[in-house]
């Protein structure tokens, strides 16, 4: 079984308490930090894995271990390992892998937008890369699933790589839309400001379907995601959606 209290103690001696304070800040307590940088994270995962000589198996039971656990750096240990260890194996089947995945937000293990996007960003945007359209599909279909947080991930999962359009795939335009039109009927902040990141990078391919889609869905957007969304678009784009002269976050 791999030594997770050896990893947990490696990261606990890296903590700070000003970053942890800083941290817990500014994400308003949603969740709790030991105060321990990226660097210093990514350091302890490695030389914890050069100690330990784990395989494949060893190092899924060891990230889904730490990001069942509930402070964020554990939580970011099991995403690097993951990112770092795992992705780069070669030993990853993404139809099972995804569902262990799948699990984590489905059992509360994952509730907060820090954990969501680093996982998406880290591991399930890279896995897509990875695998392509097959693998990209089944993350897009979880847009159907009960809870927010993985429903965000359906579409922030390719921020990355939104920005080539139709080039990743044939369709995959059509799936981030898909996506983003069962996302804007939420409200809830998280769901729209997702919406608004995927179409911000999509626009960069398909700036006028994206024009499009923020037409027709003007009633459910709420104006943080439509400024987010509008971010790359030109001046008179902007003008037809109520954005002229309004300063936006690029």
Same mark, same amino acid.
């Given at each position: 079984?791999?030594?997770?209290?050896?990893?947990?103690?490696?990261?606990?001696?890296?903590?700070?308490?000003?970053k942890?304070?800083?941290?817990? @800040?500014? &994400?308003?307590?949603?969740? #709790?930090?030991? =105060?321990? $940088?990226? +660097?210093?994270?990514?350091?302890?995962?490695?030389?914890?894995?050069?100690?330990?000589?784990?395989?494949?198996?060893?190092?899924?039971?060891?990230?889904?271990?730490?990001?069942?656990?509930?402070?964020a750096?554990?939580?970011?240990?099991?995403?690097?390992?993951?990112?770092?260890?795992?992705?780069?194996?070669?030993?990853?089947?993404?139809?099972?892998?995804?569902?262990?995945?799948?699990?984590?937000?489905?059992?509360?293990?994952?509730?907060?937008?820090?954990?969501?996007?680093?996982?998406?960003? @880290?591991? &399930?945007?890279?896995?897509? #890369?990875?695998? =392509?359209? $097959?693998? +990209?599909?089944?993350?897009?279909?979880?847009?159907?699933?009960?809870?927010?947080?993985?429903?965000r991930s359906?579409?922030?999962?390719?921020?990355?790589?939104?920005?080539?359009?139709?080039?990743?795939?044939?369709?995959?335009?059509?799936?981030?839309?898909?996506?983003?039109?069962?996302?804007?009927?939420?409200?809830?902040r998280?769901?729209?400001?997702g919406?608004?990141?995927?179409?911000?990078?999509l626009?960069?391919?398909?700036?006028?379907?994206?024009?499009?889609?923020?037409?027709?869905?003007?009633?459910? &957007?709420?104006?943080?995601a439509?400024?987010?969304?509008?971010?790359?678009?030109?001046?008179?784009?902007?003008?037809?959606?109520?954005?002229?002269?309004?300063?936006?976050?690029?």
């Amino acid at each position: 079984m791999p030594d997770i209290d050896g990893l947990v103690m490696g990261l606990e001696a890296e903590s700070l308490p000003d970053k942890k304070e800083w941290w817990e @800040r500014y &994400l308003k307590g949603v969740i #709790e930090f030991r =105060g321990v $940088p990226m +660097a210093a994270i990514r350091r302890v995962v490695h030389q914890w894995h050069q100690g330990n000589g784990l395989g494949p198996d060893g190092l899924r039971i060891a990230a889904d271990s730490m990001l069942r656990r509930s402070l964020a750096e554990d939580k970011l240990a099991g995403i690097l390992i993951w990112q770092e260890l795992l992705l780069p194996s070669g030993d990853v089947d993404w139809s099972r892998d995804l569902a262990t995945l799948a699990d984590l937000f489905d059992d509360d293990h994952i509730w907060d937008w820090n954990t969501t996007d680093w996982l998406c960003v @880290r591991v &399930l945007g890279p896995m897509a #890369e990875q695998f =392509g359209e $097959p693998c +990209a599909r089944a993350i897009a279909s979880w847009v159907d699933a009960p809870g927010l947080w993985r429903r965000r991930s359906a579409g922030v999962s390719f921020v990355g790589v939104a920005g080539r359009g139709d080039v990743f795939f044939a369709g995959f335009e059509d799936l981030v839309f898909d996506v983003c039109s069962v996302n804007v009927r939420d409200p809830e902040r998280f769901a729209q400001t997702g919406v608004g990141w995927v179409l911000r990078e999509l626009s960069d391919a398909a700036s006028d379907r994206v024009l499009q889609f923020l037409g027709i869905n003007a009633e459910f &957007l709420s104006r943080e995601a439509l400024r987010m969304a509008a971010a790359r678009l030109s001046n008179e784009q902007r003008k037809v959606l109520g954005l002229a002269g309004e300063r936006t976050r690029r």
